[in-house]
């Protein structure tokens, strides 16, 4: 039998240590910032098992440390770009090559929608955990989807032109 803090905060770690070098674009940090969550995870385990969202707090409490950090060293960044953090093999190059012009894309976009569309397409959050991670309204949430997913795809076509 596992654990509260294996079953639901362990079983997370892939997707909030992407998520952390999303933010930070240092893999030592971001290893940092997620033991900072989860020991902050163990220390509120009887909450945790309490709460609505474990996912929704985990993924706050990883913000909150990213975001303590940058006031702490003096470099408070917009949270910006998805980047590739998984290896790609030879045959998948022009996948890449597409994901990465995708992914330049996102940049351009502003704030709310980038990091909607990192929660949903990259993380794959369902639209109610998205509007629960951001304290927003799940229409919010949609309507900011839509409007990254129509930039984007037009400046593609503008980019084929």
Do not use: C
């Not at 975001?67 to 003096?74: A, Y």
């Amino acid at each position: 039998m596992s654990s509260f803090f294996e079953a639901y905060i362990w079983s997370q770690r892939g997707k909030l240590y992407r998520l952390a070098y999303f933010w930070v674009k240092d893999r030592a940090l971001a290893e940092d910032l997620l033991q900072n969550v989860f020991e902050k995870s163990v220390e509120k385990e009887a909450e945790l098992k309490e709460h609505p969202n474990p996912v929704g707090w985990l993924m706050t409490s990883l913000k909150n440390e990213a975001l303590m950090h940058f006031r702490q060293s003096k470099r408070i960044e917009t949270i910006q770009a998805v980047e590739d953090v998984m290896e790609v093999s030879e045959e998948d190059s022009d996948a890449t090559e597409r994901v990465q012009r995708v992914m330049k894309l996102v940049q351009g976009l502003p704030e709310k929608q980038r990091e909607i569309f990192q929660l949903r397409e990259v993380e794959g959050l369902t639209y109610e955990e998205i509007a629960s991670y951001l304290e927003v309204s799940e229409d919010q949430v949609k309507v900011n989807l839509h409007r990254a997913r129509k930039s984007i795809r037009e400046k593609i076509q503008v980019q084929r032109k």
